[in-house]
């Protein structure tokens, strides 16, 4: 449960980071990146933790990874994770 919170707090910290790039930018295409980088890291990444490794350790942090990018996307309503790209016109 612990590394959950952990895995969380690390997509939240990824997200804050590269959503500082994104809007330094300002541009499209740097939008678009910055949600693939993010689903890739927040889905894929938990993916691949929980059904590739199979340990305690890494299904808690990939279910933190998913759970992290999930509840970003519906608290901002996509503005986070770039799901929602009219919001940044």
Same mark, same amino acid.
């Given at each position: 449960m612990g ?7 690390g997509?939240?910290?990824?997200n ?7 809007l330094g ?18 889905i ?8 590739? $490794? $199979?340990?305690?350790?890494s299904l808690?942090l990939?279910?933190g990874l ?6 970003a996307s519906i608290v901002?309503a996509g ?9 940044y016109?």
């Amino acid at each position: 449960m612990g590394l959950a919170f952990a895995g969380m707090f690390g997509y939240f910290i990824v997200n804050v980071m590269v959503g500082l790039v994104v809007l330094g930018l300002a541009s499209t295409v740097a939008i678009g990146v910055g949600a693939g980088v993010l689903a890739i890291l927040g889905i894929g990444g938990g993916l691949a933790l929980v059904l590739l $490794r $199979r340990k305690s350790w890494s299904l808690g942090l990939g279910l933190g990874l998913m759970l992290g990018w999930a509840i970003a996307s519906i608290v901002s309503a996509g503005y986070c994770t770039g799901l929602n790209p009219a919001m940044y016109a």
